[in-house]
Nanobody, 125 residues
Framework: VQLVESGGGLVQAGGSLRLSCAASGFIFDDYAISWFRQAPGKEREGVACISVSDGTSYYADAVKGRFTISSDNEQNTVYLQMNNLKPEDAGVYYC???????????????????WGQGTQVIVSS
């Protein structure tokens, strides 16, 4: 199983980035894919998730209206479009996969089966 993130980088506040998560080694349609992030000195938090089978998505309050999660099921890839980035959005962003029951709580706060290696997002003010 592999989850490979890409797309992180340095952006000015107000700018945009699109993160990608390429999945392999499991049945993509059976999973919910989430994005978590962790900033230095802060707890890891779930940002967004999507049920690949039906496209249902959930977002943390902090990113609602600014971030959009989507999936390309033919490419086994999930994207996180991040707009109007703020300095507090900075951190390492991880892509995760879980094949359990999908709910807002489970996919943003629950344990995940698989984790990617992370991609760094830096937002300058």
């Amino acid at each position: 199983v592999q989850l490979v993130e890409s797309g992180g980088g340095l952006v000015q506040a107000g700018g945009s980035l699109r993160l990608s998560c390429a999945a392999s080694g499991f049945i993509f349609d059976d999973y919910a894919i989430s994005w978590f992030r962790q900033a230095p000195g802060k707890e890891r938090e779930g940002v967004a998730c999507i049920s690949v089978s039906d496209g249902t998505s959930y977002y943390a309050d902090a990113v609602k209206g600014r971030f959009t999660i989507s999936s390309d099921n033919e490419q086994n890839t999930v994207y996180l479009q991040m707009n109007n980035l703020k300095p507090e959005d900075a951190g390492v962003y991880y892509c995760t996969g879980d094949d359990g029951f999908v709910s807002e709580y489970l996919c943003l706060k629950g344990p995940q089966d698989y984790w990617g290696q992370g991609t760094q997002v830096i937002v300058s003010s």
